[in-house]
């Protein structure tokens, strides 16, 4: 498994050399550095924990000596043939990992859109717009029943949107920078700019 953290830059769009247009994400991608290595054995799961963005030596806390970063991330290991021996704590992690026309999968904190109404934070479609609703279009209805006389946990309303752990799969890479440590990878994915970003193959 191929992982790495970094920093969505923005979108824009690649041609290819039939004219093709890709809309595609640009993501600041590493250099990564891993900060803590967790086996089965010692620790009952095997993980790799990540460390992006260095921190100025004055920001340092006395707990965060030997994890100097401002983001971290562990990986947690899934197939138990998979070995994590070739790595070790120190480590350097850039793009050079990835290669184009790979699959991945990227996550990242949502954008926060504030308090959101049903019809614009799950989709219900809303009342009709005559024939007695002049002013309800954008109205829940009923929120409850006879029994059990209250509203049931997990009912849809209004409320907080946005600012969640999104995943979008099956995601293709366009391009490798490595030199400036860049991936653009095809259509959007969760976050605003400078937000962190987490990629690894599927």
Known sequence: MKFIIGKKVGMTQIYNKD????????IEAGPCFVTQI?????????SIQIGFDAL????????????????????????????IESHKIGDKISVDVFAEGE??????????RGFQGVVKRHGFKGAPASHGHPHDQRKPGSI?????????????????????????????????DIE???LAVSGPVPGHN?????????
């Open 38 to 46: 967790k086996t089965k054995e010692k620790d009952g799961y095997k």
């Open 180 to 182: 400036n440590n860049l």
């Open 56 to 83: 100025k030596a004055k920001k340092v806390t006395k707990s965060q000596k030997g994890k100097e970063y401002r983001f971290l991330k562990e990986f947690v290991i899934q197939n138990d043939s998979e070995s």
């Open 19 to 26: 004219g093709n247009v890709t809309p595609v994400t640009v």
């Open 103 to 112: 699959k991945i999968k990227v996550s990242g904190i949502s954008k926060g």
């Open 144 to 176: 409850g029943a006879t029994f059990p006389e209250r509203v049931i946990k997990g009912k849809r309303m209004a409320g907080h949107m946005g600012v969640a752990k999104n995943t979008v799969k099956n995601l293709k890479i366009v391009t490798v």
């Open 194 to 202: 400078n937000s962190l970003i987490e990629i690894q193959t599927i």
